[in-house]
């Protein structure tokens, strides 16, 4: 099992930008592939960005390619999310998850949550 703690949300205005921050502890952060997901009000919650344990791949929904970049130092047991040109649908409960596996963009795949974290992209 690995813990996860995400930071880095707030309140933005539109074409702002933030960077979310994933803290990970217990087993070898390195040996696990990291995902971004999040949920707005009302809705389920979506696939974002994921990078492979060794950062060589990534992959993003077609929400957010070209805005919002994923990468991870696993010298620091971190993952972070920058996002840029940020919309007000981007707000959501972001959350951070990891998996034993390859890069993946289900859900249901990764075993470990952290809690999440608010972004508000004002208009």
């Known amino acids: 099992q690995v813990q996860l703690v995400e930071s880095g949300g707030g309140l933005v205005q539109a074409g702002g930008s933030l960077r979310l921050s994933c803290a990970a502890s217990?087993?070898?952060?390195?040996?696990?592939?990291m995902g971004w997901f999040r949920q707005a009000p009302g809705k389920e919650r979506e696939f974002v960005a994921a990078?492979?344990?060794?950062?060589?791949?990534?992959t993003y929904a077609d929400s957010v390619k070209g805005r919002f970049t994923i990468s991870r130092d696993n010298a620091k047991n971190t993952a972070y999310l920058q996002m840029n040109s940020l919309k007000p649908e981007d707000t959501a409960v972001y959350y951070c998850?990891?998996?034993?596996?390859?890069?993946?963009?289900?859900?249901?795949?990764?075993?470990?949550w952290g809690q999440g974290t608010q972004v508000t992209v004002s208009s």
């Open positions: 998850a990891a998996r034993e596996g390859f890069v993946d963009t289900t859900e249901r795949r990764y075993k470990n």
């Open positions: 990078i492979s344990w060794s950062g060589g791949s990534t």
């Open positions: 217990g087993r070898t952060f390195s040996s696990y592939t």
